[in-house]
């Protein structure tokens, strides 16, 4: 009963260099409907932007300034020099950057176990890492702070990494399986033929083919990490071991929210983000491409 | 061949962590006393009085110089949640802000360590209120840090420009200066002559207290809600015809969204209930943004009661300072206390727009034209009942949801009061 | 754990060779997947295995704040559950919760389609600014994302407000959208939509960009309209993708918790309760640790039954070579 597409890689070719239909005003048309879907999905993030060069009489404006007319860096100056800014910034890239690489090295070996063997179990670890995701992880904060207490993790980063990594681990592992299903098995006994061992062959063939979706991978694993607020917070005393989203949520205080600041502050959290997805972004159409059709 | 190699790198990272996690154990209890003193403030001290921060770590410096002190600043909306997760794993700070009415259940629970007053300065003449919120089965389980009392803050020019030339002394006059204020303004949609947000319970609850109702009454051993006597619909009822023709703030957000004093600073409010913080909050450049010109149309008063001669009794807020019962070192934690709510301290945190712990300090902003009202409110002043389980009442948002349904008329004011008052009798009861 | 990985020390042979191997090597073949999975499960046994079992014994405890300081709590059988389930505000909670995750399932995954059909069908310039809109939101955190959309409705000083009022649409000054719970969640189920959406779109624009174009235009040439070739062709292909993407949306949307935390205020009224929102201030709220983790553990039960028929699925697929 399963589906004939699951695991199998699509019959067909590549979309590319086919006659459109249509013609020109059709795809004008298309086009004008593209810009306004864009404008609408863009506008939240554009009103983070304006808002953090805007000075605070137009924040607060009768009519909205849509516009920063007077621009001001005097937000994003107030919100760098709150303390501890760069050593939130540096935890927040060891952190980050720990987990994708972690996760991405765990779950190739758990994925590989899963797309290239059958054994005794296998079903059993699938339900398991979908049901981890079930699970409210408020209702974990204080177990978890227990556990990694004795175990002498409360208010290290290395704490917070393999906490965030047990979060990330079952959707990476899923997802670089259905990258390894793809790849035909044919080039992998071609490999053997060469006279390398089978994991051996797995490595030297699979690695380079399931690039791509290890790159999609780390997206997810990174705006995971990157962006989670309560267990940074719960697990991370000293100010100078916080996180950036941690951080952030100094700007509300009981005597009022710095919304010029917090927006800068927002603005440059979401920076790194993007930044990393701007230097990957030629691998992700077709990472994600390879990964969600095998998914 | 370096496919092996790498594969067993990899792995071997991997199992690092986990072998690095799992192992480690133990070394943390015996480490983590002595040498260093943890205190979480909340970020009101970080942005407000700095420096009797810095000034309190240094006298205690100069008594224990092998000590060092950590403070670590947290927010109010998580505390709580982080301080259960910390009591849970027996790895709490040293030294805990709690606000005034956070106190009762974990004095209740014995999270706190009992305290002996005379260790502390001022404690003679310590703000009674506050003093009541640190005390349980006549036992001290935290040193008052400082309250804050609410007050009117106005618009002179506005007033004036309607002909009242002094603030009003009794409700009455309260009353006609609001209408005359719609009458000449209120045909700007935005315009409030006294900006409520709904969901400010403190003030509707300061009417109850000004009709002589009472939130609940504690009687043989139990609570019971009394938000549905006879004073109290009537005080509601007062206050709901009060908002309704002066208010145009949400009905459904509280005093912190925003902070009234952003639209007052706008122009578009003629008086609001606030904190004496909240009057420099109006210039602040991320805040209200006014120039600081405004400051002379601005002036404060106590809210007059209904009762000729009096005012309306301010909610006294304000925060404590605990050792939690886990501490492991609750005499360098005792000591740093000490420091902090010293007479020279308490000075630089009333001159911050506070009251001071103590009496003794009642005149610090006696010469300050913008505080000065705030002390005098502070007179007539109610607290929340002592019910250990009184912050489950809050957090449960009953007071709030009762403003909300009854500004909004979404249901009548004895309805929505005897439903809150048999929540808060069911709250208040339930065993911890 | 031997100091040798075995998952590097096992050469594999093919399954296909029929020659016989020594036993060692059989069943270091044998061993070598739960090898190589040991590292994952060890690291999700080492930090939730505990965690687990604790939240499931608080949930038959009655465990305060006065049992949380002496890490003790009262065996209580099964009066935790008993007490939510008598209690018709958890049932009010629960058909909410289920009724908001069938909209914003239904909602993301319809309109992603959407976006991503569009995507196809746009030029080479608009599809990159496209996607990178998506990318940006999807970078955005949703703690910010939340402060945006809230200070976007702001009732005195909300963009929202002032737009729909300029745009002759009714009077909107002043227009608290939260003071009707059903516009308040309207607020939410966008909010909610607007993040889920670049995720749900990427995704299945890579997967339409696989669908042969043969097939749908030997479809069009028979004369079947776009919908019927969307619906017959391209829709069952997509199949598995569409069961992934169902199972997590769910699972992410049932959780929800921080967007109507956030958004309002720490404090939300009781028509704002969700399943996570009320276990959450059991636990930490009114300090009721028992009765938050019994409700925590109950909603993962709902899930797991609402989405049975997904999951099911899902699993299939993850089984399938």
Redesign the interface.
């Given at each position: 009963?399963?589906?004939p597409?699951?695991?199998a890689p699509?019959?067909?070719?590549?979309?590319r260099a086919?006659r459109r239909?249509g013609g020109r005003r059709g795809?004008l048309g298309?086009?004008a409907?593209?810009?306004a879907?864009?404008a609408l999905?863009?506008f939240?993030?554009y009103?983070?932007i304006a808002?953090a060069f805007k000075?605070?009489?137009d924040?607060?404006?009768?009519?909205?300034v849509w516009f920063p007319i007077h621009p001001t860096l005097?937000?994003f100056t107030?919100a760098i020099h709150r303390?501890h800014f760069w050593a939130d910034v540096k935890n927040s890239l060891i952190i980050v950057g720990c987990v994708v690489a972690?996760s991405l090295?765990?779950?190739?070996?758990?994925a590989?176990?899963?797309?290239k063997?059958?054994?005794y179990?296998?079903?059993a670890?699938?339900?398991?890492?979908?049901g981890?995701?079930?699970?409210?992880?408020?209702?974990?904060?204080?177990?978890?702070?227990?556990?990694?207490?004795?175990?002498?993790?409360?208010d290290k980063l290395?704490?917070v990494?393999?906490?965030y990594?047990?979060f990330v681990?079952?959707f990476t592992?899923?997802t670089l399986?259905g990258f390894m299903?793809g790849v035909p098995r044919e080039l992998?006994?071609a490999a053997?033929v060469d006279g390398?061992?089978?994991?051996?062959a797995?490595?030297?063939v699979l690695l380079p083919l399931i690039g791509p979706g290890l790159v999609a991978t780390s997206i997810f694993a990174f705006?995971q990490a990157?962006?989670e607020?309560?267990m940074a917070?719960?697990l991370l005393?000293?100010?100078e071991k916080q996180t950036l989203?941690v951080w952030?949520?100094?700007f509300?205080?009981?005597?009022?929210?710095?919304?010029?600041?917090?927006?800068a502050g927002?603005t440059l959290?979401?920076l790194p983000?993007?930044i990393f997805?701007v230097a990957i972004?030629r691998k992700?159409?077709f990472g994600?491409?390879?990964?969600?059709?095998r998914? | 061949m370096k496919a092996r190699i790498i594969a067993a790198v990899a792995l071997a990272a991997a199992l690092s962590v986990v072998v690095s996690t799992a192992s480690g154990g133990n070394k943390s209890a015996s480490q983590a006393s002595a040498s260093k003193l943890v205190v979480w403030l909340q970020t009101d001290a970080q942005n407000g009085w700095p420096t009797a921060v810095a000034g309190a770590t240094s006298a205690f410096k100069a008594q224990h110089p092998g000590v060092d002190v950590e403070i670590q600043y947290q927010e109010w909306t998580t505390h709580l949640q982080k301080f259960d997760a910390s009591i849970a794993a027996n790895d709490v700070p040293d030294v805990i802000e709690m606000g005034n009415t956070e106190t009762s259940k974990y004095m209740a629970a014995r999270a706190l360590s009992a305290l002996k007053a005379k260790n502390y300065p001022n404690s003679q003449t310590w703000l009674s209120g506050l003093k009541q919120s640190c005390t349980s089965g006549g036992h001290l389980y935290c040193v008052p840090y400082y309250a804050g009392a609410r007050a009117v803050i106005y618009r002179k020019d506005l007033y004036r420009s309607v002909g009242v030339k002094a603030p009003p002394k009794t409700y009455a006059k309260f009353l006609a200066v609001g209408k005359k204020l719609m009458k000449k303004y209120g045909h700007n949609k935005n315009f409030s002559a006294f900006y409520e947000p709904g969901q400010n319970w403190y003030v509707a609850m300061s009417f109850v207290a000004d009709y002589g109702g009472q939130i609940a009454v504690s009687k043989g051993g139990r609570w019971q809600g009394t938000l549905n006597t006879p004073q109290a619909i009537q005080a509601l009822t007062v206050f709901k015809k009060m908002v309704r023709s002066f208010s145009r703030a949400s009905k459904t957000t509280d005093e912190a969204h925003p902070y009234p004093s952003i639209p007052f600073a706008k122009g578009r409010v003629g008086s609001f209930i606030g904190n004496g913080w909240e009057w420099p909050y109006v210039f602040n450049p991320k805040g209200g943004a006014a120039p600081k010109s405004f400051a002379k149309r601005m002036g404060a008063y106590p809210m007059p009661s209904h009762i000729p001669g009096r005012y309306t009794p301010t909610f006294l807020g304000g925060s404590d300072l605990a050792i939690p019962a886990q501490s492991k070192d609750k005499q360098l934690a005792a000591d740093w206390i000490k420091a902090f709510t010293s007479s020279n301290s308490e000075t630089i945190i009333a001159k911050a727009g506070n009251i001071a712990n103590t009496t003794t300090l009642v005149n610090v902003n006696k010469s300050n034209p913008a505080l000065a009202p705030f002390a005098k409110a502070a007179k007539y002043s109610w607290f929340v009942p002592t019910a250990p389980n009184w912050v489950n009442v809050e957090n449960a948002n009953v007071l709030k949801n009762m403003c909300t349904a009854i500004l909004t008329n979404r249901s009548s004011v004895a309805k929505a009061a005897g439903k809150a008052s048999s929540q808060i009798t069911k709250i208040l009861n339930t065993k911890s | 754990m031997s100091s040798r990985s075995p998952a590097a020390a096992a050469p594999l042979a093919a399954p296909s060779v029929s020659r016989r191997r020594p036993l060692g090597r059989r069943l270091r073949r044998a061993a070598a997947p739960y090898a190589l999975l040991l590292p994952a499960a060890a690291v999700i046994a080492a930090v939730l295995g505990y965690p687990l079992y604790y939240l499931v014994r608080l949930s038959f405890q009655h465990y305060g704040l006065f049992q949380l300081v002496r890490h003790k709590g009262e065996s209580i059988g099964t009066a935790n559950y008993a007490e939510i389930f008598h209690d018709s505000l958890f049932w009010h909670v629960v058909l909410r919760t289920i009724a908001f995750t069938f909209a914003c399932v239904s909602l993301t995954i319809v309109l992603g389609t959407l976006v991503a059909l569009l995507l196809t069908k746009v030029g080479p310039f608009i599809r990159l600014l496209l996607t990178a809109g998506l990318i940006f939101v999807w970078a955005t955190p949703v703690v910010v994302a939340v402060d945006i959309w809230q200070w976007m409705v702001d009732y005195e000083f909300g963009v929202a407000n002032w737009t729909l009022t300029a745009l002759h649409l009714g009077d909107f000054n002043h227009h608290d959208w939260f003071a009707n719970p059903w516009s308040g969640w309207a607020v939410i189920v966008s909010l909610i939509v607007w993040g889920a959406i670049p995720f749900v779109t990427i995704t299945l624009y890579a997967g339409l960009t696989q669908v042969s174009r043969d097939l749908t235009e030997a479809a069009a040439i028979d004369g079947a309209s776009p919908w019927r070739s969307f619906r017959d062709i391209t829709l069952p292909l997509l199949k598995p993708i569409y069961v992934i993407l169902i199972s997590l949306s769910i699972i992410w949307d049932f959780q929800v918790f921080n967007q109507v935390w956030i958004i309002r205020n720490g404090s939300p009224s009781t028509d704002y309760y969700l399943m996570s929102i009320y276990a959450y201030v059991e636990s930490f709220k009114i300090s009721e640790y028992g009765l938050g983790s019994a409700i925590a553990l109950v909603m993962v039960a709902i899930m797991l039954l609402i989405s049975f028929v997904y999951i099911r699925q899902m699993v299939r697929i993850g089984d399938a070579e």
């Open positions: 009963m399963s589906s597409l699951a695991g699509l019959a067909g070719v590549p979309a086919r239909r795809r298309w086009n409907l593209g810009l879907v864009f999905i863009i939240p993030v009103w983070m808002t000075r605070g009489s924040i607060f404006a009768d009519t909205p005097s937000n107030d303390p972690l090295v765990l779950a190739f070996l758990a590989l176990a899963l797309a063997f059958r054994f179990g296998r079903k670890f699938i339900v398991l890492i979908i981890v995701q079930m699970i409210p992880l408020n209702a974990l904060i204080i177990p978890i702070y227990l556990v990694l207490a004795k175990a002498n993790q409360v290395s704490g990494i393999i906490t990594l047990t681990l079952p592992v899923w399986r299903i992998e006994e053997q390398s061992t089978r994991f051996g797995f490595v030297r705006i990157w962006n607020f309560i917070y719960v005393h000293s100010p989203t952030l949520a100094s509300t205080t009981n005597r009022g929210t710095a919304w010029g600041p917090l927006m927002a959290t979401a983000v993007v997805f972004q992700i159409a994600l491409t390879a990964g969600a059709v998914g | - | -």
